[in-house]
């Protein structure tokens, strides 16, 4: 007797726990967002990529985030189209090529910057791998599909020099580098040391608070009207290598150096030829791109829960 109670008190408790247990609410499933085909992302995924594609603490207005969002939802589709593409033809992709792609990428990186990288933005090194093979798959199978046969005649080549003549009339152009501080005194100490033999890249990437400092204050070269009034008004006075006076203007104090001057010409076809035939050429690709996408687009199942975002 007191084994069937001893036996019904355990059945007891065991029925109050599955009781308890049912009566807990269980994790809703994140709802699907996207599906392309069979292949369907859920909200929750598609905001763990949207969050890796992004810098490490940027900070975004809703306003910004919702269309970031949508464009990346967008590329998020003819990813995933291209991918299912690379599938159907067989495309694949060798350990060795993406190793060889690994250390490609590394090699920008000096050091640890580039685990660091990885670290910032959330990303394990299996996660980056993965990505960069899906990324050569895509560059794969649009190589192998879209490109070939996309050629630039030189009867084409010739007419677009014809009607874009104007854009191969170089201006006189400039090559300087600047300093900027902020206080007269400041700039006035760094002219006097410029005058005494110091390096002006040195003390660019010392002092200068402009962007380009890191660069020792290399503003490339520009024409009249790509800068700012006061700083023409510098730099195409000054003669090559001679540094100038201290300019004022509402970004700081400047000291300005020009390196090098090209002088106005009118280039002709010769020298102008692979210029244009490469950018006729990558017009053609993304123009065959595009269409290629858009067929699959219309071959392909596509539905999207816009509501979600």
Excluded at 98 to 120: I, K, Q, T
Excluded at 252 to 278: C, P, S, T, W
Aim: charged letters at 30%.
């Amino acid at each position: 007797m007191n084994s069937c109670r001893k036996s019904f008190g355990i059945f007891l408790i065991f029925l109050l726990f599955a009781t308890l247990a049912a009566c807990q609410k269980k994790p809703e499933p994140s709802p699907v967002l996207l599906r392309v085909d069979e292949r369907a992302i859920t909200l929750e995924e598609f905001q763990h990529l949207f969050a890796k594609s992004l810098p490490a603490e940027q900070k975004l207005s809703p306003e910004e985030k919702s269309h970031l969002e949508r464009s990346y939802l967008v590329q998020l589709v003819d990813r995933e189209l291209a991918i299912a593409e690379a599938g159907r033809l067989g495309i694949a992709v060798a350990p060795e090529e993406v190793e060889a792609a690994l250390r490609e990428h590394r090699s920008d990186y000096p050091g640890d910057a580039f685990e660091e990288m990885l670290s910032e933005r959330g990303i394990t090194l299996a996660d980056w791998r993965r990505e960069l093979e899906e990324g050569l798959r895509m560059e794969k199978v649009v190589r192998q599909t879209v490109y070939p046969g996309i050629t630039v005649r030189e009867e084409e080549i010739e007419q677009f020099f014809t009607e874009n003549r104007k854009e191969f009339d170089r201006p006189l152009q400039v090559r300087a580098r600047q300093i900027v501080v902020a206080s007269e005194e400041e700039g006035l100490r760094i002219l006097g040391l410029l005058r005494q033999g110091q390096s002006f890249v040195e003390l660019a990437r010392q002092h200068s608070l402009s962007p380009d400092s890191d660069e020792g204050g290399d503003l490339g070269f520009f024409a009249r009207g790509e800068m700012p009034a006061e700083f023409e008004a510098a730099v195409f006075n000054l003669p090559v290598g001679r540094i100038s006076e201290l300019v004022k203007s509402e970004y700081g104090h400047h000291i300005f150096l020009v390196e090098e001057r090209r002088e106005a010409v009118r280039l002709k076809l010769g020298q102008v030829r692979e210029e244009i035939r490469a950018g006729l050429q990558a017009e053609k690709e993304e123009n065959a791109y595009q269409q290629w996408l858009q067929n699959l687009r219309g071959k392909a199942t596509i539905d999207i829960d816009w509501s979600l975002l």
